[in-house]
């Protein structure tokens, strides 16, 4: 089965944010103030729920994400989940 180039770059860049996001927090002291501050400024805006048909490419991702993460903490909120 082959696939078009489409989805191999989308998933090579899927990879390289990920990369470069664990590269910060390892970069990062372990219990220090920069490690604790990425970690809490990406629970804050990130999605709680998965969104298969979500954009993953920058820059429509970038700009969604935080505005589904809001959805999705008032869904959370009035369902009582996480609680």
Do not use: C, W
Not at 3 to 14: F, M, P, S, Y
Not at 23 to 28: D, L
């Amino acid at each position: 089965m082959s696939h078009g180039g489409d989805v191999i770059a989308e998933l090579t860049a899927d990879h390289r944010e990920v990369d470069e996001l664990f590269s910060q927090f390892e970069a990062a002291p372990p219990g220090g103030e920069r490690r604790k501050r990425l970690v809490d400024e990406t629970k804050k805006t990130a999605p709680t729920r998965p969104r298969p048909s979500a954009p993953s490419a920058p820059p429509a991702n970038k700009l969604l994400a935080p505005g589904l993460g809001l959805v999705d903490r008032a869904r959370d909120y009035l369902t009582g989940r996480g609680q």
